[in-house]
């Protein structure tokens, strides 16, 4: 009987399993680095112009660890119309993942420069939280209790714009821990303001706020 044949294949089987076995030591213990995308904006992230004035997108640079990398750019400004625009900046990294920075410019009607509807503002239904409402500069504000909750906290606070008469804008933002939007927003100066929050801790409903 001749085992030469079988004692071949059993020594190339044993050298297949060796080579494997080497493969896998050279390869375990090794991971690989992702350094996620990180955007600086130029210049401020909340502007305010005059309708009809003029506005320069000052840009923004976006880096993969040490590396600068390519950015997106999405978004125009219509200086001639009365209204909250954002720009977004967009980097993808090597391994495909994304990170975005805002820029917001609020283009303000002659109707309400000057105008200020800063205040306590209290809710008119739920808890009948109450915000306050504090000016940052011309037509520009914060509301720190963009729900009225009875007790507002610093995650509940949001930017916004009195661009028209009658009309605000509360643009996607982060927040501490949060990410909220606004939508039909509306205010009655002297009076009142009412917005639907968009966030997935609150309903659909309308939110008003009745001046204190």
Wanted: charged letters at 15%.
């Amino acid at each position: 009987m001749n085992f030469k044949p079988v004692l071949f294949k059993i020594m190339l089987f044993s050298l297949v399993i060796f080579s494997g076995c080497e493969k896998d030591r050279e390869t375990e213990n090794i991971s690989t680095i992702t350094y996620f995308p990180t955007i600086q904006l130029n210049g401020d992230q909340w502007n305010t112009i005059k309708q009809g004035g003029a506005w320069s997108d000052q840009g923004a640079t976006a880096n993969e660890g040490e590396s600068s990398i390519n950015l997106i750019t999405t978004g125009s400004v219509d200086v001639n119309t009365p209204g909250v625009y954002t720009i977004q900046y967009t980097a993808i990294n090597k391994d495909g993942f994304s990170a975005s920075e805002y820029r917001y410019i609020g283009v303000i009607s002659p109707s309400v420069e000057g105008k200020d509807i800063s205040g306590q503002y209290k809710r008119n239904a739920g808890a009948l939280g109450v915000s306050t409402v504090t000016k940052i500069s011309d037509n520009f504000y914060y509301s720190n209790n963009v729900g009225g909750v009875a007790v507002p906290d610093p995650s509940l606070g949001v930017y916004f714009y009195h661009y028209d008469t009658g009309l605000l804008d509360v643009p996607f933002q982060r927040t501490p821990g949060n990410a909220f939007e606004c939508l039909n927003e509306t205010i009655t100066e002297g009076e009142k303001y009412s917005w639907v929050v968009i966030n997935s801790g609150y309903g659909a409903a309308l939110r008003t706020f009745i001046k204190q």
